[in-house]
């Protein structure tokens, strides 16, 4: 017999069948409920296409931010093979957001040391080590790559947005898109590739994620221009069994008869370790089957093809024996190979408009940029472009922002990286693919595209330029001596993580991990010395009681950080009540001394900064700043929508 009565909240049991973020506030018109979402003239706020890396991250973040979204994709498996293999510490960062790191760590291989070999001179082995560094130069919360093939990531986001009610339409083949106007302006063209049913859905936005050969870009009639090598490399995944001494880490490898970058893999069965060789191949072929001298681009893209298709695996690994002779390598298993030719090309536009104006259909990942794989860029910068693209659908669609003010800053932003990115690749490619003497090609001039280049690899020095997401302002308080890859607040840059100290239970923290994931705005304010000043309580009050109320509940968070050396210092009576009441956990303090050296904040002056909810500064400000009607409000104003204005989307 019981002895005792319990009762559950609904909340309680929703919470014990799995901790889900709730959706962001939707004051738009309600999402459409399909009963069925495949049946012909089903609508939906979003639709994908491809769901690769870029297109299931988009879709994950939609999911959560409670926007209806179909994905869909034409391969009927979820098994993607070869293609990417790791993670860079910036896409690392953004993944422990979403309280996926640890999955992703405890599948990969974490990546700290790249080893850099180079021809022998007189009396030395054919190849020797010239240098052994960190594989990544740049503070950041995780100082290494992890090294995991897209297919497991795919499946790890996947089971995440599963999590949140959303599922991948497989075996469905997009067709064409047209635009027809109303409150779904966009009638997509499906066909399902098992039945061959054709049907059509509507939708506000449609997002091509379909790779390099991008149906939905062509209907766009957009064109992806730059140019491509002659260079033909192959890329092969085998378990070796070898003695060369670094095969554990990656290693840039430059011989007299070619060159290959190996990359250390994750686990498979049997307690085997995967490696992946890129390797660049001798070229048997005439020189008439070049690129360079085809008499129009299809004929490039014929002879390339020819090219391509000489290439065997036997030669890749025959390559690969001859470029690390003196060492022998024996290929245990294969798990896939490929040949590829080096290209880099951006695409003109990466969204095209409807008859009224707004940006209704976009193009992201490999649809919008390609480039060689040795930087181990193409799955980041994909999975960057919908970390980018997906808060700014969701607060359009929510009618969380003013209307049609967001969606412009996507190919603002996201093109300029990828220009960048093929600006980069295209140096460092080149170099690779030189042999070391090759027009005075040095390890010292190889190592140093390298070094240079990791705060922009790593994705941790990735900028945005100024515009109406990225105000930028000369802050006096602020020692802009400092390099912002190495911590200075730089708008339009992501914040780098500190250790703090949260207030309310002395715990100690890293400051990424207390930064909400839920696609918030936060305001972040690093306070002076002597933050009991009047004029300072005001400014918090302000922050804390009546700049949140201005927009809808919930989006809009503050931080306080305060500059002591000791919690024991602080009390909470030394606050405005509603920071207790209302943000409990949001008050930390600098305990460890670090945080306003590293982000160059003067203690006696302090500052105020905008974190966008892709984890950006919005902007750096002065902390008078901080004040009614005064630049942070203009700001926000700006980019988040009144409380209590409707969405006319």
């Given at each position: 017999?019981?002895?005792?009565?319990?009762?559950?909240?609904?909340?309680?049991?929703?919470?014990?069948?799995?901790?889900?973020?709730?959706?962001?506030?939707?004051?738009?018109?309600?999402?459409?409920?399909?009963?069925?979402?495949?049946?012909?003239?089903?609508?939906?706020?979003?639709?994908?296409?491809?769901?690769?890396?870029?297109?299931?991250?988009?879709?994950?973040?939609?999911?959560?931010?409670?926007?209806?979204?179909?994905?869909?994709?034409?391969?009927?498996?979820?098994?993607?093979?070869?293609?990417?293999?790791?993670?860079?510490?910036?896409?690392?960062?953004?993944?422990?957001?979403?309280?996926?790191?640890?999955?992703?760590?405890?599948?990969?291989?974490?990546?700290?040391?790249?080893?850099?070999?180079?021809?022998?001179?007189?009396?030395?082995?054919?190849?020797?080590?010239?240098?052994?560094?960190?594989?990544?130069?740049?503070?950041?919360?995780?100082?290494?790559?992890?090294?995991?093939?897209?297919?497991?990531?795919?499946?790890?986001?996947?089971?995440?947005?599963?999590?949140?009610?959303?599922?991948?339409?497989?075996?469905?083949?997009?067709?064409?898109?047209?635009?027809?106007?109303?409150?779904?302006p966009v009638r997509v063209f499906l066909r399902d590739v098992v039945t061959g049913r054709e049907?059509?859905?509507?939708?506000?936005?449609?997002?091509?994620?379909?790779?390099?050969?991008?149906?939905?870009?062509?209907?766009?009639?957009?064109?992806?221009?730059?140019?491509?090598?002659?260079?033909?490399?192959?890329?092969?995944?085998?378990?070796?069994?070898?003695?060369?001494?670094?095969?554990?880490?990656?290693?840039?490898?430059?011989?007299?008869?070619?060159?290959?970058?190996?990359?250390?893999?994750?686990?498979?069965?049997?307690?085997?370790?995967?490696?992946?060789?890129?390797?660049?191949?001798?070229?048997?072929?005439?020189?008439?089957?070049?690129?360079?001298?085809?008499?129009?681009?299809?004929?490039?893209?014929?002879?390339?093809?020819?090219?391509?298709?000489?290439?065997?695996?036997?030669?890749?690994?025959?390559?690969?024996?001859?470029?690390?002779?003196?060492?022998?390598?024996?290929?245990?298993?294969?798990?896939?190979?490929?040949?590829?030719?080096?290209?880099?090309?951006?695409?003109?536009?990466?969204?095209?408009?409807?008859?009224e104006g707004a940006d209704r259909v976009f193009i992201m990942g490999d649809a919008c940029h390609?480039?060689?794989?040795?930087?181990?860029?193409?799955?980041?910068?994909?999975?960057?472009?919908?970390?980018?693209?997906?808060?700014?659908?969701?607060?359009?669609?929510?009618?969380?922002?003013?209307?049609?003010?967001?969606?412009?800053?996507?190919?603002?932003?996201?093109?300029?990286?990828?220009?960048?990115?093929?600006?980069?690749?295209?140096?460092?490619?080149?170099?690779?693919?030189?042999?070391?003497?090759?027009?005075?090609?040095?390890?010292?001039?190889?190592?140093?595209?390298?070094?240079?280049?990791?705060?922009?690899?790593?994705?941790?020095?990735?900028?945005?330029?100024?515009?109406?997401?990225?105000?930028?302002?000369?802050?006096?308080?602020?020692?802009?001596?400092?390099?912002?890859?190495?911590?200075?607040?730089?708008?339009?840059?992501?914040?780098?993580?500190?250790?703090?100290?949260?207030?309310?239970?002395?715990?100690?923290?890293?400051?990424?991990?207390?930064?909400?994931?839920?696609?918030?705005?936060?305001?972040?304010?690093?306070?002076?010395?002597?933050?009991?000043?009047?004029?300072?309580?005001?400014?918090?009050?302000?922050?804390?009681?009546?700049?949140?109320?201005?927009?809808?509940?919930?989006?809009?968070?503050?931080?306080?950080?305060?500059?002591?050396?000791?919690?024991?210092?602080?009390?909470?009576?030394?606050?405005?009540?509603?920071?207790?009441?209302?943000?409990?956990?949001?008050?930390?303090?600098?305990?460890?001394?670090?945080?306003?050296?590293?982000?160059?904040?003067?203690?006696?002056?302090?500052?105020?900064?905008?974190?966008?909810?892709?984890?950006?500064?919005?902007?750096?400000?002065?902390?008078?700043?901080?004040?009614?009607?005064?630049?942070?409000?203009?700001?926000?104003?700006?980019?988040?929508?009144?409380?209590?204005?409707?969405?006319?989307?």
């Amino acid at each position: 017999m019981p002895v005792f009565t319990e009762e559950s909240s609904p909340e309680m049991l929703q919470r014990a069948a799995g901790l889900k973020k709730p959706p962001l506030p939707r004051v738009s018109s309600p999402a459409p409920v399909n009963v069925d979402r495949t049946a012909d003239g089903a609508k939906h706020e979003v639709v994908i296409i491809g769901t690769g890396p870029a297109g299931i991250m988009l879709s994950l973040m939609l999911a959560r931010y409670g926007v209806s979204c179909l994905p869909v994709e034409k391969v009927t498996s979820m098994i993607i093979p070869g293609q990417a293999d790791g993670l860079q510490p910036r896409t690392l960062e953004v993944l422990r957001t979403l309280g996926l790191s640890e999955e992703v760590f405890s599948q990969g291989f974490p990546n700290h040391r790249m080893a850099f070999w180079n021809p022998g001179g007189p009396g030395e082995p054919r190849i020797v080590r010239t240098a052994v560094t960190d594989d990544v130069t740049v503070p950041t919360r995780y100082p290494h790559k992890v090294l995991l093939a897209a297919g497991r990531v795919v499946n790890i986001l996947e089971r995440q947005m599963n999590k949140y009610g959303n599922e991948v339409e497989r075996g469905t083949e997009f067709l064409k898109y047209e635009f027809v106007g109303g409150e779904f302006p966009v009638r997509v063209f499906l066909r399902d590739v098992v039945t061959g049913r054709e049907y059509s859905v509507f939708t506000k936005y449609l997002v091509g994620a379909d790779g390099a050969h991008s149906k939905v870009r062509e209907q766009m009639g957009v064109k992806l221009q730059g140019e491509s090598t002659d260079y033909i490399w192959g890329v092969v995944d085998a378990v070796l069994k070898t003695d060369f001494p670094d095969i554990r880490k990656r290693c840039a490898i430059h011989s007299d008869a070619a060159s290959i970058m190996a990359i250390p893999r994750e686990m498979i069965e049997d307690q085997q370790y995967m490696t992946r060789l890129y390797t660049q191949l001798e070229d048997v072929v005439d020189a008439t089957s070049t690129v360079a001298n085809a008499a129009s681009e299809q004929e490039a893209k014929a002879r390339a093809r020819e090219r391509r298709q000489r290439v065997t695996l036997p030669r890749i690994l025959d390559q690969v024996k001859k470029t690390m002779a003196p060492y022998d390598v024996e290929v245990v298993k294969v798990d896939w190979w490929a040949a590829y030719q080096i290209g880099q090309r951006v695409a003109t536009k990466f969204a095209v408009q409807d008859s009224e104006g707004a940006d209704r259909v976009f193009i992201m990942g490999d649809a919008c940029h390609t480039h060689s794989p040795k930087a181990g860029q193409g799955m980041n910068v994909s999975m960057m472009d919908a970390f980018n693209l997906g808060w700014k659908l969701a607060f359009e669609l929510l009618g969380l922002a003013p209307k049609g003010s967001l969606l412009p800053t996507y190919e603002f932003e996201r093109r300029d990286i990828a220009e960048q990115l093929i600006a980069f690749d295209n140096a460092f490619a080149s170099k690779f693919s030189q042999k070391m003497g090759d027009d005075g090609l040095s390890h010292e001039d190889f190592f140093k595209v390298f070094h240079t280049g990791c705060g922009f690899t790593s994705g941790c020095g990735i900028e945005y330029e100024q515009s109406s997401l990225v105000e930028k302002t000369l802050v006096k308080a602020l020692d802009n001596s400092l390099n912002p890859d190495f911590g200075l607040l730089r708008s339009g840059r992501r914040l780098i993580n500190i250790p703090v100290r949260r207030f309310s239970d002395d715990a100690p923290c890293e400051f990424h991990d207390v930064l909400p994931a839920s696609g918030h705005y936060v305001v972040l304010v690093l306070l002076p010395k002597l933050f009991k000043d009047p004029r300072v309580q005001q400014q918090l009050t302000y922050l804390t009681s009546t700049l949140p109320q201005k927009f809808a509940r919930g989006i809009l968070e503050p931080f306080i950080i305060h500059p002591l050396r000791s919690n024991d210092d602080v009390e909470w009576n030394m606050f405005p009540k509603a920071l207790k009441e209302d943000w409990e956990w949001n008050l930390l303090g600098d305990v460890s001394g670090q945080g306003y050296e590293t982000f160059g904040v003067d203690r006696d002056a302090g500052v105020v900064a905008v974190l966008r909810p892709d984890g950006v500064l919005g902007g750096v400000w002065d902390i008078d700043e901080l004040a009614p009607k005064r630049r942070v409000e203009s700001y926000l104003a700006a980019n988040l929508s009144a409380r209590g204005t409707k969405s006319l989307l």
